[in-house]
């Protein structure tokens, strides 16, 4: 089963993780830069900055990769979530609009689906690839939203 590292590493001149999701205390769209973030500097707010970018840690700095791996030298930033229908899910968001190539991406794609995870590319432009497990049952809903999204999906064995 996949066990996340015990590694704790900082963001250095990292913030990514600034522009990729939706914060609704604060009124930030996703996909969209903060406007409290200095691009490399970091958060105008850090002391107060809010609950759900104060917990979030993504998977770069608990060890998963190499220091060469991290989010914003490669375009993508890893996340593990847990989705209703989906289960425990890996988020693989792809800030260049384009598929990353990055080793550590690939490795870690390939570790969720040999432990039969979802796996979601979120895109910047939008056009998000879900990998599901031929396991997961596609309830209406997750089929619903899956339409409307207009992502692709790639049932694997």
């Not at 913030?15 to 996703?30: D, F, N, R």
């Amino acid at each position: 089963m996949y066990r996340q590292p015990a590694i704790d590493r900082s963001c250095g001149s990292c913030s990514l993780c600034c522009s990729v999701y939706e914060i609704h205390s604060i009124s930030k769209p996703e996909w969209v830069w903060c406007e409290q973030c200095e691009q490399g500097g970091g958060c105008r707010i850090y002391a107060t900055r809010p609950r759900v970018c104060r917990v979030f840690v993504c998977l770069w700095r608990t060890g998963s990769g190499e220091a060469a791996d991290r989010p914003d030298l490669i375009g993508s930033m890893m996340d593990m979530r847990r989705l209703n229908d989906l289960g425990r899910t890996l988020l693989v968001n792809e800030s260049h609009g384009i598929y990353s190539h990055s080793a550590a991406v690939r490795e870690r794609m390939a570790a969720c689906m040999k432990e039969r995870m979802s796996i979601w590319v979120r895109r910047r432009d939008r056009r998000d690839i879900l990998y599901i497990p031929s396991s997961i049952d596609m309830t209406d809903s997750l089929a619903r939203e899956i339409v409307a999204s207009e992502m692709r999906v790639v049932i694997y064995q």
